[in-house]
């Protein structure tokens, strides 16, 4: 029966986004091989869940590319990305609005910040009249360069990252409400000087729990419709490296940038309560603790060789701690190195190699390790080998893999991690599913291009003063 009433057609959205997290203290730059590509609804589906794309929502095109955090990403990889983002929005055309899915730690070679610089091109072929939400990871490093070519921004409220699902699902809202209502809210950001690394702050304890939770306070506030915290990523030497807070108000700029000035009083009134909140040991005591813990299996994290965090992945100190010190049932997960992979696989199962082990890709720390090991497996879709030295086995892998499900683990060494006595990972927090059922877990303080004391970076662009660098 037509009731004579307008029909709501769903919100027509181009859903975009260049993701990574680039450490500029690492020599080897990230290229458009690294990328993977979503450019299907379906694709996206799986990767989000249908629960968080509505039904009121047309999906007219997906382009989002997502690589393992690394190298400053190479100027020709991203001119690549670029232009195939843009060419998929052009084919669109016209959209009721665009979602861009950023991370918010990129670096490119040469250029100052690139998520301004796509959103600029976003811009250009929507129009002023086009609103763009962006979600974002609260690791990110804002700048006010970006909040001036879109209309809101909101980030993750979860390290260990759980939502970042619930993120899109909140940006696609705000993206509605802008469409439907004809919003246009305003931004406000305000610097917090903090450099600090995420391991400092997660959201499982003080103070990042209660200071996350306190979001929720603010968004309840008459004319607030978001606000975030983005503690920002600290192995990037660039200006604009540092903890930020943006508030995204209705319509009235000044309440917006009141409530962010607050909130960014705040998260620097506890700035000397960041720090690890969970067990931490230099590396040589790590070993030692986990070989003796009673309670097993026991994670060691190698945080300062953090392949979530741009780390090389190749560092062998905790393979040489664990041999020093005899550990049993040890599994290194993993460890990259393709030349090590090729001796393997050329060997064959069941084979004693000779290997110059790991080292090989600028390191801060140590050189390749030479090692007696037997091949124990070989994982053509893992690209990846599994060694034995006495009572320690290392997942060897092609490419850089980081592990952070007990399933991947699994897949990849073809054993249960959950049966060995220790685990390696190239982590600093553990991911959620590692996190959920570690029943120990211990970070190692190592060197290496994610440590954790950031005194041992030689920084250069970073604006200071900048607590704790600057006491």
């Keep these: 029966m037509n009731t004579g009433l307008p029909t709501a057609h769903p919100t027509r959205i181009a859903y975009l986004g260049i993701r990574h997290e680039s450490n500029t ?68 055309l016209p959209v009721d609005g665009v979602l861009l899915d950023l991370h918010g730690a990129m670096e490119v070679e040469g250029m100052d910040k690139p998520e301004p610089d796509l959103a600029a091109a976003v811009r250009l072929l929507v129009g002023d009249a086009v609103p763009i939400s962006v979600s974002l990871d609260l690791h990110g490093n804002l700048t006010q360069a970006l909040l001036d070519q879109v209309n809101c921004v909101t980030a993750f409220r979860t390290a260990p990252h759980r939502d970042y699902p619930d993120t899109v699902g909140r940006a696609l809202n705000h993206l509605q409400r802008c469409v439907r209502e004809g919003l246009r ?6 610097r917090v000087p903090l450099l600090i690394p995420g391991e400092y702050a997660m959201t499982t304890a003080e103070p990042a729990q209660s200071l996350y939770a306190h979001i929720d306070e603010i968004e309840q506030q008459p004319g607030i419709l978001d606000a975030s915290l983005m503690i920002g990523y600290a192995w990037a030497d660039r200006p604009h490296s540092t ?12 309440r917006a940038m009141d409530v962010a000035n607050a909130f960014a009083r705040q998260v620097w009134a506890q700035r000397h309560a960041f720090g690890f909140p969970g067990e931490t040991a230099e590396l040589e005591q790590a070993v030692q603790t986990a070989i003796t813990s009673a ?71 140590g050189a390749p390790l030479k090692l007696t090991a037997m091949v124990e497996r070989i994982e053509p879709p893992f690209d990846c080998a599994v060694v034995r030295v006495d009572g320690v086995r290392i997942l060897i892998t092609a490419t850089r893999q980081a592990f952070i499900s007990r399933a991947r683990i699994a897949q990849a060494a073809g054993l249960d991690p959950m049966r060995q006595k220790i685990i390696v990972v190239k982590l600093g927090y553990l991911m959620p599913d590692l996190y959920d059922h570690a029943p120990r ?5 190592t060197p290496g291009l994610t440590d954790l004391d950031l005194r041992r970076f030689d920084y250069h662009q970073v604006e200071r003063p900048i607590f704790p660098l600057d006491q």
Excluded: W
């Excluded at 877990?441 to 303080?445: G, K, R």
């Design 25 to 92: 203290f690492a020599i080897t730059p990230t290229t458009y091989d690294h990328f993977e590509i979503i450019r299907d609804l379906d694709a996206l589906r799986t990767a989000l869940g249908s629960a968080h794309l509505p039904a009121s929502v047309d999906i007219c095109t997906v382009y989002l590319a997502n690589a393992t955090p690394g190298g400053v990403l190479t100027h020709s990889g991203y001119a690549r990305l670029k232009a195939e983002c843009l060419q998929s929005l052009r084919q669109s």
């Design 185 to 190: 809210p305003r931004m406000a950001l305000v």
């Design 243 to 254: 903890a930020n807070v943006v508030v995204v108000a209705e319509q009235d700029q000044a």
């Design 295 to 365: 309670v097993q299996p026991v994670f060691i994290s190698d945080s300062g060789d953090n392949i979530t965090a741009g780390g090389a992945g190749d560092m062998t100190l905790v393979v040489e701690q664990l041999i020093a010190q005899h550990a049993t049932e040890a599994l290194v997960a993993g460890l990259q190195d393709a030349a090590a992979v090729d001796v393997c696989r050329a060997a064959g199962v069941g084979t004693s190699v000779e290997l110059s082990l790991g080292n090989k890709l600028g390191q801060p720390v």
């Design 441 to 445: 877990s211990i970070l190692a303080l």
